[in-house]
Each structure stands twice: as C-alpha cells, then as structure tokens.
C-alpha cells in the first residue's frame, strides 16, 4: 500500500512540474489542449470549459459546430471542442478532426535573434 502511494505521489508531482514531456516520437502536452504524442502520431483533447454563476448569464442557448460545441442555461455554460489527430511524417503531416482533413501547420522554429550593435 505504501509503495502504491509513493508511486502516485511522484507521478502526480512530475505531472504537475512538468508542462510537457518530449522524445521525439513519445511526448506529452499539458495545458488547455493536453496531447500525447506516440510514435510520432500525435492525439490533442482539449478540456471542456465550464462556467457557473452569474458570469454564464441568464440566457438559454446551444450551438453546435463541425469544430465545437456549446450548451448555455441559466447560471451554466458548458463548451467542448473536438479531439484532432496528427498523423504523417515528417514534412509532411495532416490534421484528422471532425472540421476535416488539413494539413498541419510546421511546428515554429527557434530563431536566433538579431545582434544588436
């Protein structure tokens, strides 16, 4: 029993300092769109908001899109967007969501910056 709760402590601190995780071809994100990346292939949830009290309003309301989805009553507002998969090869990847097939965008590179004189 003891060692089930170290364990799940140590699991639940890397987890909570670590804002992402990557080896290449195994990863994982955390943040507003959790991801995890295996071998290469990459799954992205992004959490569901929720909104209760006064600052959801009062009004009641639904919408539904190929991307998202949104159900407001009064004090609750609850809003979800669809999970993505990112599938390919280097240089060449695509974005599978329920919005369609597109082509991932290249990750950003790291520039170095201009040398001030």
Known sequence: MKK????LMAVAA??????????GWFGASFGS???VTLFGQTLTVPVPSVTLGP???????AKASSGS???ALPWCKVGAKSPSLTVGVK??????STAG??????????????KKK
């Open 55 to 61: 600052a959801a309003g009062t009004s009641v309301d």
């Open 14 to 23: 890397l987890s909570a300092f670590s804002g992402n995780a990557n080896a």
């Open 33 to 35: 769109a959790p991801s």
């Open 101 to 114: 097939v597109k082509k991932a965008a290249a990750p950003a590179k790291k520039g170095k910056g201009k």
């Open 69 to 71: 989805a949104s159900l």
């Open 4 to 7: 089930t709760i170290v364990t």
């Open 91 to 96: 240089g060449a990847k695509v974005n599978v």
